[in-house]
DNA sequence: TTTT
DNA sequence: TTTT
């Protein structure tokens, strides 16, 4: 206890959020999100490493996250670290490490592409009536791990 | 590019850290470390989480691991999330997730076990001048991924 | 919009909080936190600075404070940075920036000071289901700026 | 000791830099940083407050402020708080608090002014061959709080 | 495998 | 004094 799981990223998603609705009534939305390094490899070489973060929203964060963030946008996420463990295909036990996100906030101005624009305006609209537009915050909740 | 890829952790070490001394000369200390949750579940019963994160330290940060910090002590982490592939026994990919740490910080004031006292002075030698006692920083270097 | 204002620090304290009762039934807590920093002047001396952040929380958050948080504690705080302004006796302007927290995390297992394991039991049970015991967060509410 | 003093700001730069060369050769910028907030009042009416951030950056990050960095600009900044004192013009004793910013990393993808796109490339070049195009890190070095 |  |  008096522990600390904090995840800070800046990157943009690699595909548009995958969205399901739970039974229970909870939305869940994932996405990929990309931050790069740059490093130089034992050959003096520029390296460029890309890594790929699987972020998890759930709830209210969910139902923001399918209408306003989209494929190749900077997003801010804040979150926490959290390794879960399945079944693959072949009944062994495989582990993900996932970033389940309580804050996403849309970077860059947003504009860049069709409706996002309007998008904004919208999430303004949405959102904690508390919180900035483009910033959307997990309300803090149960946390039922339902997978 | 643009990227911020950060990850802050308070907890306990469950483990004395491993520490490996490459051919190259480089070393590298790794150990568990667990931060906790707690959650009510659907019935509305308190539960608790832990999570274990793969920390590792390389080089002259993997060399002060390796001297003060020890199992069950409380630290602070910092360091970015980095997750890679290898193959396993059955020649299949599997992926693990790691804390890079950058910076590591003893709390709790020491001196809850043998020696650690000690330790701590000597830390305050050994480490970068223009550091905090207990802190201990990575130098910035060539990240070369050598696994 | 579309912005990020974040502090994080480890400390202790170096005084008791002081807390009041406002008449809207809200209550404040303050307390001065020291973080320390070492570095080598030009003659190459080293010097150590302590850093003391004014920290403010308020209601829920407040009254945790109140009970539970106490001088020369280690605790992480989480919150953001403001500086608001005032009239000095002399009716000049003036400017202090404060430490507005989120979440404080008592550190170091406590157990230093009288009373304190109690007050760590009590904590757990006074706090938020969902949270740690010993990590206490602020409710997201409005936010006046009643100063 | 044992401590942490981090600060993650994500603003706009509300005037251009300020670049002093100092006789000792080391190189301060300093500029304005817009955070912003939305909260209700008691009266429910939703209201914006924008915090204005000192940001102070030195020798390397400071020369890579100068050239690339401007007005308007969305940035990510990582340091942390400082609180310093100065003597006003009526010799009364005045704080003010900084951010001595660590990292630097250009936001929102560039090119939405004169020359911002070629800026980055030689950024790009000008920059620790370790980090990130258009991240910029301050070298750990003597810290000597000139002031 | 930690901690309280 | 920024941004949307």
Sequence with gaps: MS?????????????????????????VAQFRLATNEFYKDKQGNRVERTEWHNVVAWRGL?????KY?????????????????????????RYVTEIVADEITMLGGGGRSHGEQQGNQAASQANNATAEPNTFRQEPELNELPF
Tied chains: 1, 2, 3, 4.
């Excluded at 990157?11 to 009534?25: A, F, K, M, S």
């Design 69 to 93: 963030i989209k494929k190749g946008q900077q997003v801010y996420v804040e979150g926490k670290i959290r390794t879960r463990q399945y079944q693959d295909k072949d009944q062994q036990t």
């Design 62 to 66: 969910a139902e923001t996250v399918e």
């Design 3 to 27: 522990s600390v799981n904090k995840v800070i990223l800046i990157g943009h998603l690699g595909t548009d959020p995958e969205v399901r609705h739970l039974e229970g009534g909870s939305t």
